[in-house]
């Protein structure tokens, strides 16, 4: 069974870059195409994709508005995915989630992803 867990998240002063963290077990990184990757959901709102990145091709999608600010990397030595968040905002104050998927399939998309960790607040002040 796969597991992950956020962790990093926490207060930043807006202007201020941060860095989340996955762990993740029970999860095959030599799995072909298999997707993993970062999102997010305001209060009330839907959850969307930030940042995912496919097993073996590394094929990234972005949501565009975080194109220049956000980027994703993982250490599959340590069974880790992370987030850089540069130049935060107000708007950026969520939880993200890191979620994996258990088929391939192409995209960001919340309905791809089978495998969600529990979620980590992030709070940008102003």
């Known amino acids: 069974q796969v597991q992950l867990v956020e962790s990093g998240g926490g207060l930043v002063q807006a202007g201020g870059s941060l860095t989340l963290s996955c762990e993740v077990s029970g999860f095959n990184w030599d799995d072909y195409g298999i997707g993993i990757g970062w999102f997010r959901q305001a209060p009330g709102k839907p959850r969307l994709g930030v940042l995912c990145i496919t097993n073996g091709q590394n094929k990234i999608w972005v949501q565009d508005s975080l194109k220049d600010l956000f980027t994703i990397s993982k250490d599959i030595a340590k069974n880790m995915l992370y987030l850089q968040m540069n130049n935060l905002t107000s708007e950026d104050t969520v939880v993200y989630y890191c979620?994996?998927?258990?088929?391939?399939?192409?995209?960001?998309?919340?309905?791809?992803?089978?495998?969600w960790g529990q979620g980590i607040q992030v709070t940008v002040s102003s």
């Open positions: 979620a994996v998927q258990q088929s391939a399939w192409p995209g960001c998309a919340v309905g791809a992803y089978d495998f």
